[in-house]
């Protein structure tokens, strides 16, 4: 259902206030003198940062995993290389490699105090790329994060790199942010008028009732999840509420995040949230923003409407805001949620709400939030100090199985996030005291994360995690995958040739611990290998000129996983 009512919002008038100080003019449509929703997007200053159709993946503030998505993910049209523009004139701020995260990223400082950030490039433009070569054979690595005292200037529109799939990107498209200079502060890009068509409202796809203290919803203690619809919801007791919604934008069926949302209970507005900026301080309590074990179970857009106590995001507005919601005097609640896109599409729905006394209300016995906790079961510990979860909160560490060297530990609640890093012993069989690693799996029993850590008093493995759930400890003895791509292999097995193209590539993995450190030598110098983990793979580039053609060299190639095990090759290249 499309709205017609104004949000009352003061993100934007914070926005504007902010916007007056940069020197920047925003421009109103007709439609907000109209009274109807504004369209957020007429600042000046910014080009967009590629020259085709502008079509998003991704949007600012939708939730990922851990944190909130600070920018827009362009699509490149699925292909690597296109040029990626200036989108103001500047000077390069930062400039940052690495096999995870962004991937290779420029931060492009202008004179109005506005920093864009450009990610997951395949490279950058000629003479800043030669600079970064010289940074990582300056430092021997491969990884680098580096400010220029060197002055790279850009004019609006130049050509500042080229679009790739570098980091933890899962295709090929650009990342493209727009931060406050001074702060760091992440800004919404869409606010300068990029050319996104848009005209789609958002999908306000259903209402989450979360039961409290052993209150029920429908005779449910879990929470209920209610689609769009005239439904009567009763409750025995008290509960918060959540929202389930997305946008979409024209040209994509990607799921896209909302960038408003009101609640209002009998009329009345409740509470409110805005995702004009950011703040990477506090980004990972998006946790604590998002009703974690359904985006967590399933990856859906469920965010809760009322604020965790432990929550520092600085989105939203100051209404009421109580976290608990009863019947009152009235014992019944007509309930509104409306949401908006940053275009100004809207949507909202209604449901009632009957409330009745609870059978019983539990004793919570729950450790407070706000103070340091510790909890042992034999041998077992896990503690954390104040503020590590979002919420007062149950913490069980059990055994749940064990069968010879193997034993399950259930570490903290399932589907809770923490904010800050729990401790945790468990301990040590006498088959393990070397090469031991702690793994957190699902219910199937996959591996869902590793923990390094140490062994103490040689009976207890300790290590440190902001992930609750079911954890193993196991040993990892196999080394590395290391070996030369079969291209360049002749019959000798330690002899390799390089024809006609412009890389030696090796084949680079770990079964389990995962690649902690690698390096390479030629003729006892170290050269540059670039690493990309997705495609298991590292690689020397011809361009570098640091080998001699047409003669035997010396290449030595060694890599060690996070469990100490090493693996190395070594033999002669030859570049015809």
């Known amino acids: 259902m499309l709205m017609n009512e104004k949000p009352r919002g003061l993100g934007l008038l914070i926005f504007l206030g902010w916007s007056a100080m940069l020197g920047l003019k925003p421009e109103f449509s007709m439609a907000q003198e109209a009274g109807l929703p504004p369209v957020f997007g007429q600042f000046e200053g910014l080009n967009a940062p590629l020259d085709i159709p502008l079509v998003l993946a991704g949007n600012f503030g939708e939730l990922r995993q851990d944190h909130f998505h600070t920018g827009l993910d362009f699509k490149t049209e699925g292909r690597k290389g296109l040029p990626v523009l200036a989108a103001s004139d500047g000077v390069i701020a930062r400039v940052k490699v690495s096999p995870y995260g962004y991937g290779r990223a420029i931060y492009l400082s202008d004179p109005q105090g506005l920093t864009t950030v450009y990610a997951h490039l395949q490279h950058f433009a000629p003479t800043l790329e030669q600079w970064v070569v010289e940074q ?30 570098s980091g933890s990107s899962g295709g090929p498209h650009l990342h493209f942010e727009v931060r406050d200079t001074k702060t760091q502060h992440p800004i919404n890009p869409l606010f300068w008028g990029f050319d996104v068509p848009d005209a789609v409202a958002p999908e306000l796809q259903g209402l989450w009732v ?3 203290n052993g209150s029920q919803v429908n005779g449910s203690n879990r929470p209920v999840r209610f689609s769009p619809g005239a439904q009567t919801i009763r409750i025995e007791g008290k509960a918060r509420l959540g929202l389930e919604a997305l946008d979409r934008l024209e040209g994509a069926t990607n799921r896209c995040g909302i960038y408003r949302a009101e609640l209002y209970v009998d009329r009345m507005l409740w509470f409110a949230w805005e995702l004009d900026t950011l703040d990477f301080s506090v980004n990972r309590d998006m946790n604590a923003h998002a009703v974690y074990d359904a985006w967590d179970r399933t990856g859906e857009q469920v965010h809760r409407m009322h604020r965790l106590p432990g929550n520092r995001l600085p989105i939203y507005e100051a209404y009421r805001t109580s976290d608990v919601l009863d019947g009152g005097d009235s014992l019944a609640r007509d309930i509104e949620l409306r949401i908006w896109d940053v275009h100004g599409n809207g949507s909202k729905e209604r449901w009632h709400l009957l409330f009745a006394p609870p059978v019983t209300e539990k004793d919570t ?34 055994l749940q199985f064990r ?63 902001k992930t609750c759930g079911i954890y193993q400890l196991v040993r990892d003895t196999i080394a590395p995958l290391l070996r030369p791509h079969r291209q360049y292999r002749t019959s000798d097995s330690n002899e390799l040739e390089v024809r006609g193209v412009g890389e030696l590539r090796f084949d680079l993995s770990d079964q389990l611990s995962g690649i902690e450190t690698y390096g390479a030598r030629l003729d006892g110098e170290w050269i540059l290998f670039r690493w990309d983990p997705k495609r298991e793979r590292i690689w020397y580039e011809c361009s570098d000129q640091k080998h001699r053609r047409a003669t035997k060299q010396a290449l030595e190639i060694w890599a060690t996983d996070a469990a100490g095990n090493r693996v190395e090759w070594s033999g002669t290249v030859s570049f015809k």
């Open 403 to 465: 069968q010879g060297l193997e034993a399950r530990w259930q570490i903290g609640p399932q589907g809770v996030p923490a904010s800050l890093p729990l401790s945790v012993e468990l301990p040590l069989d006498s088959g393990m005291r070397d090469k031991v690693i702690a793994v957190r799996m699902d219910q199937a029993g996959r591996i869902e994360g590793v923990y390094t850590g140490r062994t103490m008093r040689g009976d207890v493995f300790s290590f440190e995690t």
């Open 136 to 165: 990582q054979y300056a430092s021997q690595r491969f990884s680098i994060d580096e400010r220029p005292k060197r002055a790279f200037k850009f004019v609006q529109g130049d050509t500042i790199g080229w679009s790739g799939n």
């Open 210 to 212: 979360l039961p409290v």
């Open 365 to 398: 016995g729950l450790y407070r939030y706000d103070e340091p906790f510790a909890v042992r079961n034999g041998m077992a510990s896990a503690s954390g100090s104040a503020h590590v979860f979002y919420d007062d909160f149950a913490f069980p560490l059990e």
